[in-house]
């Protein structure tokens, strides 16, 4: 059985650009959900992808955008990227209504 | 809105010593409580939950009882070892919507020592 994996690892922008993070579900996994940790904090709810849609949203602003794809595989997009946005991605796969959450090693995004 | 308070840290105790770790939260519904942790440089990996009252969660020797009463899910285990030092959070999972979201704490660093 896969876990979830993600890409890249470690990424490095400027403000003002766009990024781009990817994941793959664990397999039989039909939803993700994505958190956004600052350093010395505990993750913060960003969105959840079930069938192609959005289905649930934290306090993040639009330029927070995603997609699921029909093999469930997801992408987090970031616009206009702010130095604050400098974080770990992670990516959780589950099985639509369950209260399990299985978690990818995350993306370490730094915005200069 | 839902919110999930730990202990602060860093907590540093030697090998073998009792651990703690305090964990209250707050919840509109009836959520299901988890502890989660993290090595350095790796994510999040599940160690324990807990879906109603009364319930405890346990493994590798790490426990929690959901205490509904107290609104509480603390993290015990009797004897800790070097290989436990990482950063331990608790969180809920509740429906909000049609998504089921987790809401985590801040977190407890835990170093133990030989």
């Known amino acids: 059985e896969t876990g979830v994996t993600q890409s890249p690892t470690h990424l490095i922008k400027t403000r003002g650009q766009q990024v781009t993070l990817r994941c793959s579900s664990q397999?039989?996994?039909?939803?993700v959900s994505w958190y956004q940790q600052a350093l010395g904090q505990g993750p913060q709810f960003i969105f959840q992808y079930y069938r192609e849609e959005e289905n649930g949203r934290g306090n993040f602003p639009p330029r927070f955008s995603g997609l699921q794809f029909p093999n469930y595989s997801s992408e987090l997009n970031v616009n206009a990227l702010e130095l604050d946005d400098s974080a770990l991605y992670l990516c959780?796969?589950?099985?639509?209504?369950?209260?399990?959450?299985?978690f990818g090693p995350g993306t370490r995004l730094t915005v200069l | 809105g839902d919110s999930v308070t730990q202990m602060e840290g860093p907590v540093t105790l030697s090998e073998e010593a009792f651990l703690t770790i305090n964990c209250t939260y707050t919840a509109t519904g009836y959520p299901s409580l988890f502890w989660y942790v993290q090595y350095p440089g790796e994510g999040l990996q599940l160690l324990l939950k807990?879906?109603?009252?009364?319930d405890k969660g346990s493994n590798k020797g790490f426990e929690a009882t959901y205490r509904k009463e107290t609104t509480s899910f603390h993290l015990e285990k009797g004897s800790v070892q070097v290989s436990d030092s990482a950063v331990y959070f608790c969180?809920?999972?509740?429906?909000?919507?049609?998504?089921?979201?987790?809401?985590f704490g801040s977190g407890t660093q835990l170093t133990v020592l030989p």
């Open positions: 969180a809920l999972s509740d429906l909000s919507g049609s998504a089921r979201q987790l809401t």
């Open positions: 959780a796969s589950s099985l639509a209504g369950s209260n399990e959450q299985f």
């Open positions: 807990a879906t109603k009252a009364d």
């Open positions: 397999s039989g996994h039909n939803t």
